[in-house]
């Protein structure tokens, strides 16, 4: 059984940042990909930013330059450090991350306001 587990949403400022992270516990094997998708009200789930084991970076070209992904695969992490929030950002977001290419596994989500 596989758990993640995010933290770090809220409510923030326009211009302010946030950092959330995910943690995965529980029988895991090997990681591959691990990402952040965030979804608002009335769209669709998308992605945001993810990253490979092998170090590569994948972003929404709406958080290029503002956002960044990182991994700690010592202690089955991800990391979003968002700077430059904006109204537009606000979203529940979600982990997700890839096992033996074939197991996916996402949180529970963590709201995050951006107020204007």
């Known amino acids: 059984q596989v758990q993640l587990v995010e933290s770090g949403g809220g409510l923030v400022q326009a211009g302010g940042s946030l950092r959330l992270s995910c943690a995965a516990s529980?029988?895991?094997?090997?990681?591959?990909?691990m990402g952040w998708y965030r979804q608002a009200p009335g769209k669709q789930r998308e992605l945001v930013a993810d990253?490979?084991?092998?170090?590569?970076?994948n972003y929404a070209d709406s958080v290029k330059g503002r956002f960044t992904i990182s991994r700690d695969d010592a202690k089955n992490t991800v990391n979003l450090q968002m700077n430059s929030l904006k109204p537009e950002d606000t979203a529940v977001y979600y982990c997700?991350?890839?096992?033996?290419?074939?197991?996916?596994?996402w949180g529970q989500g963590t709201q995050v306001t951006v107020s204007s």
């Open positions: 997700r991350i890839v096992v033996l290419f074939t197991k996916y596994y």
């Open positions: 990253i490979t084991s092998g170090g590569s970076t």
């Open positions: 529980g029988t895991i094997y090997r990681i591959n990909t």
